[in-house]
């Protein structure tokens, strides 16, 4: 077991119900994450677990429900609120910018820390240019970090999926977040690029304090990485506590342990 | 090969960032701005000057700043012409209420004038998207020609509807021949090609990129949508209005409010497509092509003729279309990024020469 330092509550998620026309995507979700932890999210397909993570950075408005961040209550987020309080975010499916090098991917995740206007950038005057190279300086340790640097001019189109993957996760590490939403950041690896993956995840945990929200298919790697995870079915929260506790909860393995594992 | 970078090592980020990263690149640029500035002026004719160059490098201006809108932020606009017009529009009511004003001063009115419009035209985008936002781009195309032929308030009661300009003046310098008016506008496109690059490698160009290739990733990174798209339109429509207030006074010196009609908001559009969506470079090559195209066939009328085809003026014409037509069906399907990409393929494979791996 890892040292652990966790903190007090930065995230509580309350009664949280959101629905598309008929579909109930999440019924009245509550749980909490607490600073510096790592918080799985677990559940068969269709439970409602991306839906969360959408309503947890503003990309979907829950009907029903309020999130409190950083002892901030509000009823539903937004996105840019969202970034700019600290909430980073990786994709299940890859949602990288294709037309761009990774360099310029992850460059973008660090636009909020960028403020010169638009006329300093055209004539590219000192600030803007001083500004340029100061954040490039801190992307380069987030390429060194994610092993990335052969790559870095390489348009992301181009790379393999498992590394597509990591420059995902790297766009938003250049933001530096406090509280970090993966989705399925191992979907689709093969064992290798997993456990590549798995030790990033726990060293920007350890290294950079960064609380960490995962949704995670592989059970193996949920026991082995988190600290706590929530179980969700059909909209419903069904399980809540340490790997153990769930592990053995009766319901749980009937909903979703007992298929398939 | 003498096109390489093999042996050119980067050792700051500073050198890494710079926009002609490649020596090569920079001596070829270089080289063609010495040549462009001080051999041309001399040795060109004023029918080089009236009817390739200057048409050349300012339509190269508009379609830069519709490239920025199209290729590099993924908006649409079908009416960008408006904007030359209104820039041309603005430039002269500018001129016949504060004669003697510097002509940069006008110029730099006129583009702020065709950006405000371009942000009130640019509001839709942020609700709808491609083929709506096209049509709501086209309206805006129609509204325009519509205010400058019936508004005459616009066109200062002029009997005939159209307007006339008085030789440029600034500095003491009347600009009025042909090469004087090309070294000028060789000057001012030189000027916003350079803003151009810096805007697209720096974070507001990226932002631009980010939300033409992922807008929900880019929100999600705290890119504000709103921003990031009527920025875009303003700087486009700021070059267009710049591109227009030259065009009416530099090219056209009185002008129709059909100078800037829909055919020449396709045809910017056809360069872009031609030249290479999201490439600076392919700007220019699209705005050559269009402006060359006309004038190699009819200097190819004779050859042909002499060769036994029987092709006259309106056959040229015709075929002129058929080009464009074949030339966009054929970038759309197989390069949707333009003569640029694959110029920009061919030097990537000698780049690296010896060397592949
Ligand atoms: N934008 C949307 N519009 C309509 N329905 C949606 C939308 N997003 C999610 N849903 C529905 O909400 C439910 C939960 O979907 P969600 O993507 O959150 O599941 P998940 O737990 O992430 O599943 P998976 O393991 O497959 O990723 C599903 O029934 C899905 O069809
Ligand atoms: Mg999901």
Redesign the interface.
């Known amino acids: 077991m890892r040292p652990r330092n966790i903190g007090d509550v930065i995230l509580d998620v309350k009664n949280i119900s959101l629905s598309f026309g008929g579909v109930k995507a999440l019924q009245n979700i509550s749980f909490d994450v607490k600073e510096h932890e790592v918080r799985a999210i677990i559940g068969p397909n269709g439970a409602g677990k991306s839906s969360m993570l959408n309503c947890i950075n503003g990309v979907y408005h829950p009907q029903e429900g309020e999130i409190v961040y950083q002892g901030e209550v509000r009823r539903d987020m937004d996105t840019h609120h969202a970034a700019e309080s600290g909430i980073g975010r990786t994709f299940q499916n890859l949602a990288l910018f294709k037309g761009m090098s990774v360099l310029d991917n992850i460059m973008t995740g660090r636009n909020l820390k960028m403020k010169t206007g638009i006329l300093a950038q055209a004539l590219h005057l000192g600030p803007a240019r001083a500004e340029e190279l100061r954040e490039r300086e801190f992307v380069e340790h987030v390429i060194d970090f994610l092993e990335i640097q052969a790559y870095r001019k390489t348009p992301v189109g181009r790379m393999p999926y498992g590394l597509q993957k990591r420059v995902d996760l790297g766009r938003a590490l250049a933001a530096q977040p406090k509280v970090l939403l993966l989705d399925e950041p191992m979907a689709g690896m093969n064992m290798e690029e997993k456990q590549d993956m798995c030790r990033f995840v726990l060293d920007i945990n350890d290294e950079f304090g960064t609380t960490i929200v995962l949704i995670e298919h592989d059970m193996g790697v949920v026991m082995d990485i988190s600290d706590r995870v929530v179980v969700l079915d059909y909209g419903r929260k069904i399980g809540d506590g340490t790997p153990e506790v769930v592990r053995n909860d009766p319901e749980v393995i009937k909903a979703y342990l007992g298929v398939g594992h | 090969m003498f096109y390489r970078e093999n042996g050119q090592f980067k050792s700051t980020?500073?050198e890494d960032?710079q926009i002609l990263g490649i020596r090569q690149d920079r001596w070829f640029i270089f080289g063609l701005i010495a040549f462009a500035l001080l051999v041309v002026p001399y040795w060109g004719s004023d029918y080089m000057f009236r009817a390739i160059l200057i048409p050349f490098l300012i339509v190269s201006l508009a379609a830069i700043g519709l490239n920025l809108l199209v290729g590099y932020c993924g908006q649409i606009s079908l009416g960008h012409a408006a904007f030359m017009a209104i820039g041309a529009y603005a430039a002269y009511n500018i001129v016949v209420h504060f004669p003697g004003l510097n002509f940069i001063v006008v110029l730099v009115l006129a583009g702020l004038v065709s950006a405000l419009v371009g942000i009130l035209f640019g509001l839709p985008s942020l609700q709808i998207k491609g083929l709506y936002l096209g049509v709501a781009t086209l309206a805006a195309q129609f509204f325009v020609d519509w205010v400058f032929a019936r508004v005459k308030w616009f066109t200062n009661y002029s009997s005939s509807g159209g307007v006339s300009t008085a030789p440029v003046e600034m500095f003491g310098w009347t600009i009025d021949t042909p090469m004087e008016k090309y070294v000028f506008i060789l000057v001012v496109v030189m000027v916003f090609t350079l803003?151009?690059k810096?805007?697209v490698r720096?974070?507001?160009?990226?932002?631009w990129?980010?939300m033409?290739?992922?807008d929900?990733?880019?929100?999600?990174?705290?890119?504000?949508p709103m921003y990031a798209k009527l920025?875009a339109f303003a700087?486009s429509a700021f070059y267009a209005g710049v591109a227009g207030a030259m065009w009416g006074f530099l090219h056209l010196g009185s002008w129709e409010p059909a100078a800037f009609s829909i055919n020449f908001s396709l045809n910017l559009l056809f360069m872009i497509i031609i030249g290479g969506m999201?490439s600076i470079l392919g700007s220019f090559i699209g705005a050559a092509f269009i402006v060359l195209l006309p004038l190699a066939l009819s200097q190819a009328l004779p050859l042909l003729n002499n060769l036994g085809l029987k092709v006259d003026t309106a056959m040229a014409s015709h075929l002129e279309f058929m080009i464009f037509g074949a030339l966009i069906v054929f970038f759309l399907i197989v390069e949707p990024l333009g003569i640029a990409r694959l110029w920009a393929v061919a030097k990537e494979k000698l780049r690296l020469w010896p060397f592949p791996h």
Request: proline residues 0%; positive net charge.
């Open positions: 980020y500073r960032q803003m151009a810096n805007l720096g974070h507001i160009g990226r932002s990129m980010a033409r290739d992922m929900v990733a880019a929100e999600v990174i705290g890119i504000r920025t700087v999201g």
